[in-house]
């Protein structure tokens, strides 16, 4: 589209952007090797990993206290964990279900994706609301688990959704007619094109699960995860040290991005070779 | 060909197709019900409880399920909770056209202007990105840039713009306009570039052709056909924005407000049903922007 100035105009502009998306986190990173003297802003006294070692728990006591990584940690891993066995499961039963014409599956839709739209803080309220009623305890890996995955089920589905629309039932109409058992249809048609489908909906719960944080704040009960560990230093003075906890999970969230990367990669890679060797 | 015929059984007058439609009918509400009974018990439910606590009775510390309107009436009667109604919908309507008017320009740089594939998925990933690290970090990440000692009031001091710190960047209505429109553009961007992207070229090259200028094609094609992902959009950013405490309450320094913060403090305090009161006044707010904004757009038929 020839259209003069207006192209480099956009482009300067979306440029502009990027760095409105990226600046803080990018101001946050440099500021995370801010010295121990230094305090959460500009300038940099000195340049150091002292924040890195307090948050890790290796720098000698200091009067700022040292955030509660450790256990939350670990939950926030197992929570996202079971997230995400949960959610794929459901998500695929019930995108596999869509390929059915039925009646109601219009109102079942808008059922799933409300999981996804619906406020934390208010299905929190709810269900903590549920569980006094019902006498139930809360805790990380009951009432802030079944939420969890009323929030991520919608992302697997839809995903799962957008698989299913794209091959044809066919396929393996195909294989099983041709006397290939159910499981090897599964094992050798069904299941490689539905692999990335699959790995796309983990990478979401997982990820999404493990950074959730409204869904989990009235949920949660005495024992912590990893966001609600965070901000329970808010609405304190904040330190560096949450600057660095901020590079390290973010380095932890683009990691599972790049392992996501590259099992797509090696997957695609291998299906070619395959569809070669048919060709030959 | 007519033995074939007679071979198949023929049962109480159903076709074998009626049959094997029926029998995948039965399947898929098999493979449906365990996700749609998780949401009735885990979403629906809790949502319903909210509603019934709403009507319970509040005591200091406790609430008993003795119905009364006690709770609705003293939110409506209190100026605090009614002007967190208000907050509410003004950061929702500045930040819904703030996301509009910063992404738009940028849903159409990458929709139209790039043209090379996998630049275009590079661009879009770039955007989507930032959804990936922890939302309260990128929250908190505001702070040491809009502070008075923060990057921009030093970088604006260095070149001499100012003089003074600008204390306006912090702990006010603007920090959380600024944080919140960062954190929901992407789902604003993503939407419209979607949309913009699925024009067909030689519509474009058409209206060309016949002379029409830019100013034309954009207000005649470009822009009636991205509506949708406007739409699209405007529910992802309202439902987030509507329920939104954390930006507020790490970003304002508490002069904010909004329904979602006297949600987080009345059950900080105990008083469940003056937090449910306002968790079903957001719930109404909400279901009516997305009724509103779904009569304009059939999500399911874009999608």
Redesign the interface.
């Known amino acids: 589209?020839q259209?003069g100035l207006?192209?480099p105009a956009?482009?300067l502009?979306?440029a502009l952007?990027?760095l409105?998306?990226?600046?803080?986190?990018i101001?946050?990173a440099i500021?995370s090797f801010q010295s121990q003297g230094g305090?959460?802003?500009?300038p940099i006294q000195e340049w150091s990993v002292y924040w890195y070692k307090h948050l890790l728990g290796l720098a000698e006591t200091s009067r700022v206290s040292q955030l509660p990584v450790g256990d939350s940690l670990i939950r926030s891993l197992a929570l996202a964990f079971l997230t995400t066995v949960v959610s794929v499961t459901?998500?695929t039963?019930?995108a596999?279900?869509?390929?059915?014409r039925?009646k109601g599956s219009?109102p079942?839709?808008y059922?799933?994706?409300?999981?996804m739209?619906?406020?934390?803080?208010?299905?929190g309220?709810?269900?903590?609301?549920?569980s006094?009623?019902l006498g139930i305890g809360r805790a990380w890996w009951s009432t802030s688990f079944?939420?969890h995955?009323?929030y991520t089920?919608p992302f697997a589905?839809?995903v799962m959704l957008a698989i299913f629309n794209r091959f044809d039932r066919s396929v393996e109409e195909a294989s099983l007619s041709l006397g290939v058992s159910p499981a090897q249809t599964f094992r050798r048609v069904t299941f490689p094109l539905i692999f990335p489908g699959v790995l796309s909906a983990m990478l979401f719960s997982f990820?999404l699960s493990y950074?959730e944080?409204?869904r989990t704040?009235?949920t949660a009960g005495a024992d912590l995860t990893l966001?609600l560990a965070?901000?329970g230093t808010?609405?304190v003075e904040?330190y560096p040290n949450?600057?660095s906890?901020?590079v390290l999970?973010?380095l932890f969230?683009?990691t599972?991005?790049v392992i996501y990367g590259l099992l797509m990669k090696r997957f695609t890679s291998r299906n070619k070779r395959f569809a070669g060797q048919e060709d030959a | 060909m007519t033995t074939m015929t007679n071979d198949i059984p023929v049962k109480s007058g159903a076709s074998p197709a009626a049959t094997r439609a029926a029998k995948d009918r039965r399947r898929a509400l098999l493979l449906l019900s365990p996700g749609v009974l998780w949401m009735l018990l885990f979403m629906l439910l809790p949502l319903g409880m909210v509603v019934y606590v709403s009507f319970w009775t509040q005591t200091t510390f406790a609430v008993e399920p003795t119905l009364t309107t006690a709770s609705w009436e003293r939110f409506m009667s209190s100026p605090t909770y009614l002007s967190a109604i208000g907050t509410t919908l003004r950061i929702w309507l500045i930040v819904l056209l703030s996301t509009l008017f910063v992404g738009y320009p940028v849903a159409l740089f990458i929709g139209l202007f790039v043209k090379n594939r996998t630049l275009q998925t590079a661009l879009l990933v770039a955007c989507v990105i930032p959804f990936w690290t922890s939302f309260l970090i990128r929250v908190i990440a505001w702070r040491p840039m809009l502070g008075t000692e923060g990057a921009i009031n030093i970088i604006l001091m260095k070149l001499g713009i100012i003089s003074e710190p600008l204390s306006f960047l912090l702990f006010s209505e603007f920090s959380v306009i600024v944080g919140m429109t960062q954190i929901y553009c992407v789902f604003m961007v993503g939407p419209i570039t979607f949309m913009i992207a699925r024009i067909d070229e030689s519509v474009i090259e058409a209206a060309r052709d016949l002379g029409a200028s830019f100013g034309t094609i954009f207000r005649r094609i470009v822009l009636p056909l991205s509506l949708p992902g406007v739409i699209v959009g405007t529910i992802f950013v309202s439902v987030m924005v509507l329920g939104e405490f954390a930006t507020a309450a790490s970003l304002s320094g508490r002069k904010v407000n909004l329904l979602g913060n006297i949600i987080v403090s009345q059950v900080g305090s105990l008083k469940w049903a003056f937090a449910a009161v306002a968790g079903v006044v957001l719930t109404i707010i909400i279901t009516a922007v997305i009724t509103l904004a779904l009569r304009v757009v059939d999500i399911r038929k874009e999608m």
């Not at chain 1, 309220?125 to 549920?130: D, E, Y």
Request: charged share 5%; no cysteine; aromatic share 22%.
């Open positions: 589209m259209v207006l192209r956009l482009a502009y979306a952007f990027l409105f998306l990226y600046g803080p986190m101001v946050l500021l305090g959460p802003q500009f459901l998500g039963m019930s596999e279900a869509f390929r059915t039925f219009g079942v839709f059922l799933i994706i409300l999981g739209m619906v406020p934390g803080v208010l299905v309220l709810g269900v903590a609301l549920l006094n009623f079944v939420l995955v009323v089920f589905f839809l990820t950074d944080f409204s704040l009235f966001p965070i901000y808010f609405s904040i949450v600057f906890f901020g999970t973010t969230s683009f599972l991005l």
